[in-house]
């Protein structure tokens, strides 16, 4: 496996290949450790010495379920910290079908916009003045008009292009939707700071890891797929979706409610999954149940969203939206969340720091909760650079600075995601101690059987969950594997061990993961931030209705949770 590296200062680029030592290193454990090595912390975040890395997981191209998300790392503007946000799509697994493991981009375009186009070890750099201004929809269509259906697609919309910091990175899924948003952190903004509008990757033709055939590694992915299938939980996502989620959460009082509230939304019950499947069903015409984001998942927690007359309105709508772009803003009807959703792909924004901003401009009294057309006219003048726009754009806690507003949910200016830290402890002491900001992907404690009220073993659940999350993404694995297969490492071992001829043991996921958290830790140490920050001030103080609940962690029992990882 190689990585390309791609100085955009100068259009030059090298192949590098990985060491046999380094062969399992990829993903956010790839990105982290390269800015860790190469990225001064204190550096201007949309300056020439951050850089973009884009990693696949060791599995990519395997045929292992749900192996193929894509990491993206760089030190964020939003956080101003180290920054690995992840999606899925085809990407990953077109990087492996092309032998890349990563890819770097260092430097910034001299002048202008620009496409990359990789194929092999060779990069080609393309004027993309025609593409300014696009949105991912419509780039992305001019890409396809243009060189064919064969290619994976990164983009950025007009957000990336503004460098605001609510900005994603968006990648193409199986239908050649770039829809797969590595949302979080605003590395958009990176990217379009660099003077990169797009990569386009063709993997026609080309073989999966060559490894893969072999009849040892054949039985390891069988005996995984197997275990993926027969997990508790997958029927459900499989179904319903992430949407799933919404009345588990609702139900225990920790749905994001009118800005954070609430902890119960009277309209629950129509945006929830179950109500989801039955309009998709109802409606026919394109709308899916489910659907794959990525080659060989088996889970297919993805869906495809028809309108009123069975044509495509958003694909996917998924549980962190509807909760920040529907109970958050006071919004009960998931055709309305649906198009907030679809514009926020389009533009190429993090709809949970969209969502958090949406609810502050409620709250500050520019807009009303549950004000459809209002929002939607807030979003939809982005493109045309309008100022309050923008403002939302820069995301929730930038738009509550700017507007006074003190009930601001975000730690490390990141939005919290579709979960109140009162309702949820576990997940909310991961808000306040990943190195990523506030970010659910970093370890997400609500699916845990615990009694998410009671603060007794949070701290090590969280701890626990950082981990090991930490780990899956170092190997490009999605999180729903974590559930289907966390109590049984030794499978993912078998994978590993059978791919590559190593000798590894269970506890090397532990070890992986507490490694890459103490890499993260110190870079944003050095950068000048916490390694634990308590959540707002307003979590403190107000009782969450319906169970009034507490946030009750003190800031030393917070410094406490990675304090000794090793």
């Given amino acids: 496996m190689n990585t390309i590296r791609i100085n955009l200062s100068t259009k030059q680029w090298k ?79 077109s990087m492996a079908k092309e032998g890349l493991r990563a890819i770097i981009l260092e430097g910034k375009m001299p002048n202008g916009l620009y496409l990359l186009k990789i194929d092999g070890d060779q990069c080609e750099f393309i004027p993309a003045d025609e ?11 001019r890409i396809y008009d243009t060189y064919g259906k064969d290619y994976s697609l990164i983009t950025i919309g007009q ?39 797009g990569i386009i990757i063709n993997s026609r033709g080309k073989k999966l890891n060559p490894n893969a055939a072999n009849n040892e590694f054949k039985k390891a992915r069988k005996d995984f797929n197997d275990i993926v299938v027969n997990s508790e939980r997958i029927p459900v996502l499989t179904k319903y979706g992430t949407a799933s989620t919404v009345m588990p959460v609702n139900q225990i009082g920790a749905l994001p409610t009118m800005n954070f509230k609430l902890g119960r939304f009277e309209k629950a019950d129509a945006i929830s999954g179950e109500a989801m499947y039955d309009i998709i069903v109802e409606r026919g015409g394109t709308g899916k149940t489910s659907e794959s984001c990525m080659q060989a998942c088996l889970i297919k927690c993805s869906n495809v969203y028809p309108d009123i007359e069975g044509n495509e309105l958003c694909a996917p709508i ?36 969209v969502g958090g901003a949406l609810g502050i401009m409620a709250e500050a009294g520019y807009v009303s909760f549950g004000d459809i057309d209002g929002f939607k006219n807030i979003l939809k003048g982005l493109p045309g650079g309008n100022l309050q726009s923008k403002l939302v754009g820069m995301g929730t806690a930038i738009c509550g600075k700017v507007l006074g507003v003190e009930r601001t949910p975000a730690v490390k200016n990141q939005c919290m995601s579709a979960y109140d830290p009162r309702g949820v402890k576990g997940t909310g002491i991961t808000y306040a101690t990943t190195p990523m900001g506030a970010d659910h992907t970093a370890g997400l404690t609500v699916f845990a059987p615990v009694n998410h009220h009671n603060r007794d073993g949070q701290i090590e659940l969280s701890r626990n969950m950082q981990v090991t999350r930490a780990a899956y993404d170092s190997l490009g694995l999605c999180t729903f594997l974590l559930g289907a297969t966390g109590a049984n490492p030794q499978a993912l071992i078998n994978l590993l061990n059978s791919l590559y001829s190593l000798e590894l043991e269970v506890d ?3 070890h992986l993961g507490k490694k890459l958290l103490l890499l993260e830790i110190e870079y944003n140490k050095m950068a000048g931030l916490s390694s634990a920050d308590q959540i707002p001030e307003f979590f403190l103080k107000e009782k969450l209705p319906p169970f009034d609940l507490e946030w009750d962690f003190s800031q030393e029992e917070l410094e406490s949770v990675l304090k000794d990882l090793l």
């Fill in 15 to 93: 192949v590098e290949a990985l060491s046999h030592d380094d062969i399992l290193l990829g993903g956010r454990m790839l990105t982290s450790k390269l800015l860790h090595e190469e990225v001064p912390a204190g550096c201007n975040p949309l300056g020439e010495e951050n850089k973009i890395v884009i990693a696949a997981g060791a599995l990519a191209g395997t045929g292992v379920s749900s192996s193929g998300r894509l990491s993206i790392g760089g030190k964020s503007p939003l956080t101003g910290g180290i920054k690995e946000s992840n999606a899925g799509g085809t990407f990953a697994t």
């Fill in 131 to 141: 593409y300014s201004g696009l949105g991912n929809f419509a780039a992305a269509k």
């Fill in 159 to 197: 957000a990336g292009e503004q460098k605001l910091y609510a900005a994603g990175i968006s990648i193409t899924d199986l239908y050649g939707r770039p829809s797969r948003l590595a949302a979080r952190g605003g590395l958009g903004a990176v990217m379009g700071s660099k003077g990169i509008k």
């Fill in 318 to 353: 998924e549980y962190e939206s509807i909760c920040l772009l529907g109970s958050n803003i006071g919004i009960g009807n998931l055709d309305e969340i649906g198009k907030l959703n679809y514009m926020c792909n389009d533009y190429g924004l993090d709809t949970i720091d």
């Fill in 508 to 510: 090397f996921l532990k």
